[in-house]
């Protein structure tokens, strides 16, 4: 791998809001993709991404960056920055994205003997882990195919690949630094924001009621959130929308007027509107195309 880029350790980052709900266990995505433009980010959740045919690509991981070669899978643990962009690719990529949330797997089963590699491979994930080439290659039809799967025979097989993967030989940690849980300012405020948008993003929500929630003035909510997201607070809130419609979009059968009713949109044109210039397609477009985005209740 050629060492590309070293990453400042004060630089900001986007917090993503995932689409992975309370009630799922784990968020699978299978697609092909021309452009990797998405900005360096983290989240609470854990990912698992494996990437095909991505030779000239460029990782992001923790405080390294690494030009990539064919085949990549890559564990990142919670709030670990990450992301990947294009860099000298210039070609069609096939991605498989699978995350869950860190407590999916309770501490009480992660104390048993037979869960041990699991347990230590979790725990160094806050390093970002890159797994040997031979060893992706043995499981890379089972990625390929993970989202054909459906109800216990997809999480088994989720989790078999999971523990199968914490007992590979060669596993190599990206960062050497580890990125602290608190490290981003005000992280209680954070968690409390985020609860409340994804409890009440259905409804009305306004600035006010949110700046009161967290005691702070307006003006130092508008400061707050542009720090912590990136984004403005109607920003932040239609991006939740969008994602849980996008989410409803590509697993249920309902109209898309009705998704849009159910996000907390009101207007069915505004819904396609904002929905275009955050996911880059109409809705009916998004429905067509990630046929294999699949939650895993």
Same mark, same amino acid.
């Given at each position: 791998?050629?060492? %590309?880029?070293?990453?400042?350790?004060?630089?900001?980052?986007?917090?993503?809001?995932?689409?992975?709900?309370?009630?799922?266990?784990?968020? $699978?995505? +299978?697609? $092909?993709?021309?452009?990797?433009?998405?900005?360096?980010? #983290?989240?609470?959740?854990?990912?698992?991404?494996?990437?095909?045919?991505?030779?000239?690509?460029?990782?992001?991981?923790?405080?390294?960056?690494?030009?990539?070669?064919? =085949? *990549?899978?890559?564990?990142?643990?919670? +709030?670990?920055?990450?992301?990947?962009?294009?860099? &000298?690719?210039?070609?069609?990529?096939?991605?498989?994205?699978?995350?869950?949330?860190?407590?999916? #797997?309770?501490?009480?089963?992660?104390?048993?003997?037979?869960?041990?590699?699991?347990? *230590?491979?979790?725990?160094?994930?806050?390093?970002?882990?890159?797994?040997?080439?031979?060893?992706?290659? @043995?499981?890379?039809?089972?990625?390929?195919?993970?989202?054909?799967?459906?109800?216990?025979? =997809? /999480?088994?097989?989720?989790?078999?690949?999971? =523990?199968?993967?914490?007992?590979?030989?060669?596993?190599?940690?990206?960062?050497?630094?580890?990125?602290?849980?608190?490290?981003?300012?005000?992280?209680?405020?954070?968690?409390?924001?985020?609860?409340?948008?994804?409890?009440?993003?259905? &409804? &009305?929500?306004?600035?006010?009621? %949110?700046?009161?929630?967290?005691?702070?003035?307006?003006?130092?909510?508008?400061?707050?959130? @542009?720090?912590?997201?990136?984004?403005?607070?109607?920003?932040?809130?239609? *991006?939740?929308?969008?994602?849980?419609?996008?989410?409803?979009?590509?697993?249920?059968?309902?109209?898309?007027?009705?998704?849009?009713?159910?996000?907390? /949109?009101?207007?069915?044109? +505004? /819904?396609?509107?904002?929905?275009?210039?955050?996911?880059?397609?109409?809705?009916?477009? =998004?429905?067509?195309? #990630?046929?294999?985005?699949?939650?895993?209740?």
């Amino acid at each position: 791998m050629q060492k %590309v880029l070293f990453l400042e350790q004060n630089l900001k980052y986007q917090r993503e809001i995932t689409s992975l709900s309370d009630q799922d266990s784990f968020l $699978v995505m +299978n697609r $092909v993709r021309d452009a990797f433009d998405y900005p360096i980010h #983290f989240h609470p959740e854990m990912e698992l991404n494996f990437i095909v045919n991505g030779k000239g690509m460029r990782r992001n991981v923790g405080y390294s960056s690494d030009e990539i070669d064919n =085949y *990549e899978l890559v564990l990142v643990g919670p +709030n670990v920055f990450h992301g990947w962009d294009m860099f &000298k690719c210039d070609h069609a990529v096939h991605e498989v994205t699978i995350q869950f949330h860190n407590d999916l #797997f309770s501490s009480s089963l992660l104390r048993r003997s037979l869960m041990r590699p699991l347990k *230590e491979m979790f725990q160094r994930s806050v390093h970002g882990i890159l797994f040997k080439k031979q060893e992706v290659k @043995k499981i890379a039809s089972r990625l390929l195919k993970v989202s054909e799967l459906d109800g216990i025979d =997809y /999480f088994l097989e989720l989790f078999s690949i999971l =523990y199968d993967l914490s007992k590979t030989p060669g596993q190599k940690l990206l960062s050497a630094a580890e990125r602290p849980a608190d490290d981003f300012e005000n992280s209680d405020k954070t968690k409390l924001l985020y609860n409340y948008i994804q409890q009440n993003y259905p &409804k &009305k929500i306004t600035l006010d009621e %949110v700046a009161q929630l967290l005691n702070m003035s307006k003006v130092s909510f508008n400061r707050f959130m @542009k720090k912590t997201t990136n984004h403005t607070f109607i920003e932040y809130l239609n *991006e939740v929308r969008i994602d849980n419609a996008a989410r409803l979009l590509a697993g249920m059968d309902y109209s898309i007027s009705e998704i849009a009713y159910m996000c907390g /949109f009101n207007n069915i044109a +505004n /819904f396609n509107r904002i929905f275009k210039k955050i996911k880059k397609l109409t809705p009916s477009a =998004y429905r067509k195309k #990630f046929y294999n985005f699949k939650h895993v209740e």
